[in-house]
């Protein structure tokens, strides 16, 4: 298994740009061959201190591999969401990867 989880920070000038990042991802991202779990969503408010509040959105992503995520980055939907959505909604980005 091979997960890839990204936090994105929107931009706050856009309206609602952490829902348009969720559409984007589900249009995007989850057709995506090779997916074996997909969930994207926006914040979840917390009231334990220890959990980060500071982003917007983020996506979870399981593969049965790190070749099948390496083939997903390259993927032309992966790279439209990219050009399409990631670009002009997102201000920061962490990516976490880890098998």
Known sequence: MFS?????????????????MVAGANTYLKPIPGVKFFHVGKMSGSHRPVVDQSYQAALNVVFESKQAQDEYQTHPLHLEFVEKVFKPLCRKVVVYDFE
């Open 4 to 20: 890839h989880v990204v936090i994105f920070w929107t931009d706050p000038a856009i309206p609602d740009a952490a829902g348009k």
